[in-house]
C-alpha cells in the first residue's frame, strides 16, 4: 500500500484547498494550509472531525481523477487514522466508500463550486500562478 496521499501542494495551492474545506464546512474546527500541509504528509498530531464525509468524499474523488492525490486514498486515510466522526469514532474505508457513492449521487452537493476549486488548485500547479 501506498506510504501516503502521494501529493504535492505548494502553500498556495494549500491555502485554496483550506478555502475550499471550510467554505464547504467539511472538518471541525476549520482548517488552515498548515493543517492540510501535515493531513497530506500523513503526519497529523490529532485526527480531523469530519462533519461532512459525502463532501470531503467528493472532493478527495475529484482531486484523484485530476491526479492531486492517490486513487487509493480511501485506503490511505484509513491506514494513517486521519479523519473521526464528530463522536470520535475513526471513519474508515469502507465509511468512506458508502459516503462517496452517496456524494456521487447526491443533488445537494455542489459539485460545479468543488470542481471549480480543484481545478484552480491544479492551474496553480501547473502554471505556478499566483491565487
Not at 56 to 75: D, R
Not at 94 to 102: E, G, K, Q, R
Request: glycine content about 2%; hydrophobic content about 45%; overall charge positive.
Amino acid at each position: 500500500m501506498a506510504a501516503g496521499f502521494n501529493s504535492r501542494f505548494t502553500p498556495k495551492q494549500l491555502k485554496a484547498l483550506a478555502e475550499l474545506f471550510n467554505n464547504q464546512r467539511v472538518f471541525q474546527p476549520e482548517v488552515d494550509a498548515d493543517t492540510l500541509a501535515a493531513l497530506f504528509a500523513c503526519r497529523l498530531k490529532a485526527p480531523l472531525v469530519v462533519r461532512n464525509a459525502r463532501t470531503l468524499c467528493y472532493i478527495f474523488n475529484f482531486m484523484s481523477k485530476e491526479l492531486l492525490v492517490t486513487p487509493i486514498w480511501q485506503a490511505v486515510a484509513e491506514q494513517t487514522k486521519c479523519f473521526i466522526s464528530l463522536k470520535g469514532k475513526p471513519i474508515c474505508r469502507n465509511t468512506l466508500s458508502s459516503a462517496n457513492y452517496c456524494a456521487a449521487n447526491s443533488d445537494i452537493i455542489d459539485g460545479w463550486t468543488i470542481e471549480e476549486y480543484i481545478r484552480r488548485v491544479k492551474y496553480l500547479l501547473i502554471n505556478k500562478s499566483t491565487y
